[in-house]
């Protein structure tokens, strides 16, 4: 592999999340049919058909990406928990983007700032097949990403087409910006974070700049990391200007508990020999819910499913926000019955073993993750509700932060999370792997904010509400019905706008 390839080019180049919920697919829904769509919600960032001709170009070389042996032994040695048939099956999986991947170029004008979705297309849809002259190469459009195909097969497409499409815009669009001082930018804020004590990890792969960009981010991570633990040990100097002037150093070093616990993504943690960091996403409860058509046990099934594939407390940190928050707690207080295959008996018998008097998820769970809405307003709810389940050790449950992340949100939520009795850490993202000014005038070099969300399952819609409405995602005559089903009650939030999130 060259030093920095273009694209993607390594089936570990993505979250593992995507590994460890392909490994329950395939235990559990083995031949469910799926599809996937792609939203940008900053809109008025957009690609040219240039740009898009290079998508589709590294889109169809994914068909040549295969797990090599080395890859397989660091699957085998760092995730344990994935199962032996899985991992032969996944050591034979192939990318078939040209029957599972449909992209879609569309010239439509430019929506101004007020507009909160684009306007209709005034001219044609371009695919593949078409040709277009050099004029047209810098033809601005909407671009339109559908998969669809067995969920096994198509589940692994998410995140390299994410970074395709943000690495299109920054090649072609957005040129105005060098690599000099990521590694270095990295170095510093990885250092501030550790010397405020703070337990975090890299989850910026969709959204990267480029491969390039996150190699020299991780360079600096792990050099820190490196740095921070010498300095501890009294072996070295660690500069930081967060530290207040008035602490001895002494002090200081009590006081420094922060560590670099990782990074979801598995092709790096493998190239810099860190932890692979990642447990599950919303799509496996999406994909339950449309499949079984019952969206007020969905949650409950879902969890029960995942704990009967890796086991109590493996992989155990929960995502609590695909239906909402108050929705999810209603079935993590539920029992767990030991030793039942919840899928072979089907779901009503399932269902009426679940009452059966064994530890709750809440009890085994080592703790959830936050993901959306109010983090402030998210732990107080997490601690009302860990609290009327008996569960109140200082430090016994942790909360991971991942929505949004920058240093002085990290600091200050470490801050409140212990205040109120958990164990935080960080997974911080965009913030990491795609922070750029323009080289011209020093501004903002504004990250795409774009997601692909799976869209149906079972040839029903496949919807996630979240705890911000900016996040709604599927079929909106399905979120409103699940919404009064399920007594969903919204709440506004000041920092819930998704297409300012990182900047104007």
């Known amino acids: 592999m060259a030093e920095h390839p273009e694209g993607v080019v390594s089936l570990l180049d993505t979250d593992l999340y995507k590994i460890t919920m392909g490994c329950a697919i395939y235990k559990y829904f083995p031949d469910l049919k799926v599809s996937y769509a792609f939203t940008n919600r900053t809109p008025q960032m957009r690609l040219n058909r240039e740009a898009f001709r290079w998508l589709e170009k590294q889109v169809a070389k994914l068909e040549n990406i295969a797990l090599s042996e080395e890859e397989m032994q660091f699957l085998k040695k ?22 599972h991947i449909k992209l879609e170029f569309t010239t439509t004008p430019p929506p101004s700032s007020d507009q909160s979705s684009p306007p209709p297309p005034t ?15 810098q033809q601005h459009g909407d671009l339109g990403i559908t998969i669809s195909g067995p969920w096994i097969q198509t589940i692994f497409y998410e995140i390299p087409l994410l970074a395709l499409v943000s690495e299109a815009y920054f090649r072609f669009i957005d040129v105005d910006w060098v690599y000099n001082g990521q590694e270095e930018n990295a170095y510093a804020k990885a ?6 004590g703070c ?17 020299e981010i991780m360079r600096g991570l792990v050099g820190a990391a490196k740095d921070f633990a010498s300095w501890v040990k009294g072996e070295g100097e660690v500069e930081s200007s967060s530290t207040s002037k008035k602490e ?43 499949e079984t058509s019952d969206y007020e046990h969905a949650s409950e099934i879902a969890l ?19 239906f909402g928050t108050p929705t999810f707690l209603k079935a993590f207080r539920k029992t767990f019955p030991e030793n039942e295959d919840p899928k072979a008996e089907g779901k009503e018998a399932a269902l009426t073993k679940m009452t059966t008097k064994h530890q709750t998820y809440a009890q085994f769970f080592a703790g959830v993750r936050q993901d959306s ?31 949004s992340l920058n240093v002085e949100k990290c600091l200050e939520l470490k801050a409140m999370a212990e205040g109120e009795g958990f164990k935080p850490s960080f997974g911080i993202g965009t913030f990491l792997t795609n922070d750029f000014v323009h080289q011209s005038d020093g501004s903002k070099s504004v990250p795409l904010n774009i997601v692909i969300k799976l869209s149906s399952a079972a040839g029903r819609p496949a919807i996630k509400i979240s705890d911000n409405i900016g996040k709604n995602t599927g079929d909106q005559d399905t979120v409103q019905g699940v919404k009064k089903l399920l007594g969903y009650e919204e709440k506004g939030w000041e920092e819930g706008d998704e297409k300012t999130r990182w900047g104007k």
């Open 199 to 215: 337990a975090f990890s890299e989850f910026g792969t969709r959204r990267r700049r480029d491969y390039r960009t996150q190699d």
């Open 191 to 196: 250092t501030t974070l550790l010397r405020g």
């Open 304 to 322: 029960r499913y995942w704990t009967e594939c890796f086991g109590k407390g493996v992989l155990g940190i929960a995502l609590t926000d695909t």
């Open 248 to 290: 001895t150093e002494t002090q200081e070093k009590e006081k420094a508990k922060g560590i670099l616990t990782g990074t979801s993504n598995v092709h790096f943690a493998m190239k810099y020999g860190i932890t692979p960091i990642g447990t599950v996403a919303h799509e496996w409860f999406m994909g339950i819910a449309a």
């Open 373 to 403: 809405g109010d983090p402030y307003e998210y732990v107080k709810t997490m601690r009302a509700f860990y609290d009327g389940e008996g569960i109140t050790g200082k430090g016994e449950k942790s909360v991971v932060f991942s929505d």
């Open 123 to 137: 001219s044609d849809t371009t695919t593949s097949r078409d040709k277009t002259s050099a004029s047209d190469q």
């Open 78 to 99: 760092s995730c344990p928990y994935l199962h032996d048939n899985y991992l032969t099956w996944l050591q034979a999986y192939r990318f078939q983007p040209k029957e």
